[in-house]
């Protein structure tokens, strides 16, 4: 099967919702959290990509802004969340695509960094290291350390350190690390 990645559209939300509650299986707690994030004024626009397989949308990822408190200003950066794909099309490459993809884009608007929460063994092979290792703060203890990961771009200097401040759409949807059962 073949793939595009394209930036989404106006008639590809529906779709979008469904893949993320597919993917997350959740009763559309992250798909809220796309609608908000789309819908909230930031210094960096989200930027919001589909996968497409001939007319449908099998995967979709968004880059939403946030900050870092790093010690001598805050600086605007990227976090890649969510990222999903179609369940029956999972381990095909699709995840990967989106993710390069959408690490280009962050570089192409200048964005210094990216975090996301996420495996370390599948980020880890896209571009992502551990932040904490760098010098970065999670913000929310409920991150597992290993979990919270930051890719360096072009635009990064080595004194952008501090921690990371979700902006408020991942706090009221309570998208922030871990929750216990």
Do not use: K
């Amino acid at each position: 099967m073949e793939i595009a990645i394209r930036p989404e559209r106006p008639g590809d939300l529906d779709a979008i919702s469904e893949v993320q509650t597919a993917a997350f299986a959740d009763d559309g707690q992250v798909a809220g959290l796309v609608a908000t994030l789309r819908a909230t004024p930031a210094a960096l626009a989200p930027a919001s990509f589909v996968a497409t397989a001939g007319d449908s949308v099998v995967g979709h990822v968004m880059l939403s802004a946030s900050r870092l408190d790093a010690p001598p200003r805050l600086v605007n950066v990227y976090v890649l969340s969510p990222l999903g794909v179609l369940p029956g099309l999972q381990r095909q490459g699709t995840g990967t695509a989106l993710v390069r993809h959408a690490l280009a884009a962050a570089r192409d608007l200048a964005a210094p960094l990216v975090f996301l929460e996420g495996s370390p063994a599948y980020y880890g092979q896209r571009g992502f290291e551990r932040a904490g290792d760098l010098g970065f703060r999670r913000p929310s203890l409920r991150i597992p350390r290993e979990a919270f990961q930051v890719a360096r771009l072009p635009g990064y200097e080595p004194w952008m350190t501090g921690t990371l401040v979700y902006s408020d759409p991942f706090w009221a949807h309570d998208c922030v690390g871990l929750r216990e059962a």
